[in-house]
Structure formats: structure tokens, C-alpha cells
Nanobody, 115 residues
């Protein structure tokens, strides 16, 4: 079955960087678009970035120029490089795979940006 496992979260100071990973299994990873979402405490889950099967990318405005989404199809893994982190980036970050009309989610990884 489809499995998505996020990793790489942690505590980082404002202005710092983190790289999140999403290891995928159970489907043909290279054939599908993938997305990152996040959910801050007390807020709704929001879309962060997306990458198509052909590696075209798109970002929400608040992370443009700071975050980079990428994928390694040989490793069945998606990444989110996050630079110049701000306290408002604090959230649980989720990997999402839209497959055949269904949304699959990982369990998330917590990113805390604080001094």
C-alpha cells in the first residue's frame, strides 16, 4: 500500500535552514505529482509547494525564494529545502501524494523555528 514517511524536522533558530525528506513506497513514485503541506498550531492545514512528475514546481507566496521542492525518482524521495526560516514557518509538515483521485498523507514532521 501507499506509504509516505517524512523526516528531517527539528528545532532551528530564525534565519536557519532545514531539509525535509519524504520517502515514498507502494506506488510508481516517478509517475505522480507530489506536494508538501503544513499545519501550524491552531490553524488549518495549508499547501506549501508542489512538484509535478516532470519536476515543474510551484510555491505558496510566503515561501517563494526561501523554500525549494525537489525529487529523486531513483530514491523514491521528495525533499523540501527550507532556508531563511521564520517563526511563522513553525508547523507540522506533511507529504501528500494525489493518486487516482485519492489523497495519501504521511504522519508529518515537526518544524519549530524559535530562538
Amino acid at each position: 500500500q501507499v506509504q509516505l514517511v517524512e523526516s528531517g524536522g527539528g528545532l532551528v533558530q530564525p534565519g536557519g535552514s532545514l531539509r525535509l525528506s519524504c520517502a515514498a513506497s507502494g506506488f510508481t513514485f516517478s509517475g505522480y505529482a507530489m506536494r508538501w503541506y503544513r499545519q501550524a498550531p491552531g490553524k488549518e492545514r495549508e499547501w506549501v509547494a508542489a512538484i509535478t512528475a516532470s519536476s515543474l514546481t510551484n510555491y505558496r507566496d510566503s515561501v517563494k525564494g526561501r523554500f525549494t521542492i525537489s525529487r529523486d525518482n531513483a530514491k523514491n524521495t521528495m525533499y523540501l529545502q527550507m532556508n531563511s526560516l521564520k517563526p511563522e514557518d513553525t508547523a507540522v509538515y506533511y507529504c501528500n501524494a494525489p493518486i487516482s483521485g485519492m489523497d495519501y498523507w504521511g504522519k508529518g514532521t515537526l518544524v519549530t523555528v524559535s530562538s
